[in-house]
């Protein structure tokens, strides 16, 4: 179900039955010509609305106004737009305390811009990643009080994390590949990989006819297929499936 469209009864309905709420972390950047500049961010909105058929979730409206960089081209006729990570931590902060405060516990961030060294970090990610510690630790101090986790009331704070009870896990920020499918479907900038995902789960934002030679990074877009990109679609559909099980 889409937030913006719920009612305050559907929201207590989604806190009592731990529904994941999930929010799409996105880009607004230059995939050379034949490629809209939203594909980062859309690949993961096509995505959510497949699964809102099947499975319960809350989703949260897209974020498209990440840290995009201007590693690939400079902005000028480019289209892309860049956030810098320190004005998104206060903004993220900011909205996952929200989300915290209405009573959601079961928060989960998805990224696919420069997810390839999610592991190390990037920018974008980072910065959602600091706020919602930021915003966890802030949250639990006005619930608990200063120094809630060296009360003896705490002492069972790590056999709580065995069993699964671990506030710093109420928000999750992933990757919409996994690290194992990285392994298999390694991630391009409007390669062949970008391009077939678009094509099976955004064609109007792909327009071949637009393609050009000119970009290294975008040469292997012309073996990209709808087919391939239906397969790729699908193994992310069941990562997804597991992630918000």
């Known amino acids: ?14 806190i009592a039955q731990h529904t994941p709420i999930v929010f799409t972390l996105g880009v607004l950047e230059y995939h050379s010509e034949h490629l809209s500049t939203g594909v980062d961010t859309l690949v993961i909105t096509r995505c959510l609305d ?6 319960p979730l809350v989703i949260m409206p897209p974020f498209y106004y990440g840290a995009a960089s201007y590693a690939v081209e400079p902005p000028e006729g480019k289209g892309s737009i860049h956030v810098d990570s320190q004005v998104l931590v206060p903004f993220a902060s900011s909205i996952l305390t929200n989300l915290l405060r209405i009573g959601f516990r079961n928060i989960y961030i998805i990224v696919h811009h420069q997810s390839e060294n999610f592991a190390a970090g990037m920018p974008t990610d980072l910065s959602f990643k600091l706020a919602a510690r930021q915003a966890t630790f802030d949250f639990l101090e006005k619930e608990r009080g200063e120094g809630w986790w ?17 506030p710093f896990n109420w928000i999750k920020v992933c990757p919409l ?4 499918l990285q392994c298999d479907y390694p991630i391009d900038h409007a390669g ?4 077939a995902m678009m094509m099976s789960l955004c064609p109007e934002g792909v327009d071949m006819d637009r393609f050009t030679t000119d970009n290294w990074y975008a040469q292997t877009a012309k073996d990209a297929s709808a087919s391939f990109g239906e397969e790729i679609k699908a193994k992310i559909l069941d990562h997804l499936r597991l992630l918000l099980k």
């Open 1 to 14: 179900m889409k937030y913006e469209l719920m009612f305050p009864t559907d929201i207590r309905q989604a």
């Open 50 to 55: 497949i699964l809102e058929q099947e499975i």
């Open 150 to 166: 060296g009360r003896n009331s705490s002492s069972g704070y790590y056999e709580g994390h065995h069993a699964g009870d671990n």
């Open 177 to 180: 590949l996994s690290e194992s």
């Open 192 to 195: 062949k990989l970008e391009t």
